[in-house]
């Protein structure tokens, strides 16, 4: 078979059912397994949180899409990084996290990991120099996400991979802004993709559940093992729902970057904008870097309002089309206030967001009705 991803994702981990032909992985909507006399199990299932014949599907394909060895799916972004931190940590170790992340990842580390003797450090992760001073003897970990939530940074993720290498550390790409369509942090040197599967890899917002990817197969058995060791796996249905999503992945994708790229220069001209994160326009400080390891620039922009907290909260509640919500990557587009909303875990923290910005998840809507709401929301 060839290795496009277009066909990867359609096709990867899924054969038609041996049982019946079905095209589609059914939903195994089942716990256990009849075995044929103990210990003989017919096609190695024997119980739903070890495996489950709809979760391996999307686990092969994930590992598939990742270039990687093993997937593992959970059932949320955050399940699948706490299995990554208990497998990959014991107390006393240290991780390098970046300055700006997804919130709940900044809680995850700073209220439930440091409690159990995780120690952690914030970086600037788009200057590997900053990285390098970051680390300790007992750095096990250093955590990136490129772009980066909410003011979409961009990683070398190569650069960084040789020093977090050098100090006996494994890199971690969250890749849950990019997806696998448009970066590939493995093969640039990566050991852990993590993703929120919630977002472009579902697809459609009616799904909440994560993934890891890694190259190593060792350590795949290792967090094959915490993941039914700890249970927080993706369910039947869960898992069936992200296949389905990851089919249209590539061509959402380019749907994606392609409003987003007229976003972005719609909010650049505007008056009332002071500031626009958007790796895809030149003037960016990521641009470069952003053109060398991604296919395309995303679908995620964040800008400044003038006039502070109460403007860019009143461009959020004005906006009709852009739906305000938290989560992104979705079809339909999202606003929202990451300072009130997705980040207000990190208030008071090296990770604590402007006040005046807003974050879109630019949909798949066309693109004159979506420039035409922006433009009314922004008064
Ligand atoms: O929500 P969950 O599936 O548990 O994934 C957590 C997560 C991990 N990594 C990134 C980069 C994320 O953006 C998220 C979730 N983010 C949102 C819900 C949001 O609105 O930003």
């Not at 392609?258 to 895809?280: C, D, I, K």
């Not at 989560?327 to 006040?355: C, F, K, N, Q, Y």
Request: net charge negative; charged share 20%; glycine share 12%.
């Amino acid at each position: 078979m060839t290795e496009s991803f277009e066909t990867l994702a359609i096709h990867a981990g899924q054969e038609a059912d041996p049982a019946t032909g079905a095209v589609v992985p059914p939903i195994y909507q089942v716990s256990t397994y009849k075995q044929d006399g103990v210990g003989g199990l017919r096609g190695g299932y024997e119980y739903s949180r070890s495996a489950n014949p709809t979760r391996t599907a999307l686990e092969e394909n994930l590992a598939a899409l990742e270039g990687g060895r093993r997937g593992l799916a959970f059932a949320s972004g955050l399940a699948a990084e706490d299995c990554l931190l208990r497998t990959a940590l014991v107390p006393g170790d240290h991780v390098v996290i970046p300055d700006d992340a997804y919130g709940g990842t900044f809680r995850l580390f700073a209220k439930v990991a440091e409690r159990w003797g995780v120690e952690w450090s914030v970086a600037d992760t788009s200057d590997p120099a900053a990285v390098g001073a970051a680390l300790r003897d007992r750095t096990k970990l250093v955590w990136v996400e490129t772009p980066s939530n909410p003011l979409l940074g961009i990683t070398d993720i190569a650069a960084v991979a040789r020093i977090a290498h050098g100090a006996g550390a494994r890199l971690v790409v969250d890749n849950t802004f990019a997806s696998p369509y448009l970066q590939q942090p493995l093969a640039l040197g990566a050991d852990v993709v993590v993703h929120s599967t919630t977002k472009y890899m579902g697809g459609h917002s009616d799904v909440v559940g994560g993934a890891l990817v890694v190259g190593d197969p060792e350590l795949g058995e290792e967090l094959a093992f915490h993941q039914n060791s700890m249970g927080a796996v993706a369910g039947p249905f869960d898992a069936w729902l992200v296949l389905r999503g990851v089919k249209t992945l590539a061509v959402r994708m380019d749907r994606h970057c392609a409003n987003a790229s007229r976003v972005a220069q719609l909010l650049e001209a505007h008056s009332q904008v002071t500031e626009v994160f958007y790796p895809g326009l030149a003037g960016h400080p990521g641009h470069e870097v952003a053109a060398k390891q991604m296919r395309a620039f995303g679908g995620m922009v964040s800008f400044r309002v003038a006039g502070g907290e109460d403007a860019a909260v009143a461009v959020c509640d004005r906006a009709r089309l852009f739906t305000l919500g938290e989560s992104l990557g979705g079809v339909e587009s999202l606003i929202e206030h990451p300072g009130r909303m997705t980040h207000a875990s990190a208030a008071g923290s090296a990770l604590e967001v402007p006040d005046d910005l807003v974050r879109l998840s630019v949909g798949i809507e066309s693109q004159e009705d979506l420039l035409a709401d922006l433009t009314q929301a922004l008064g």
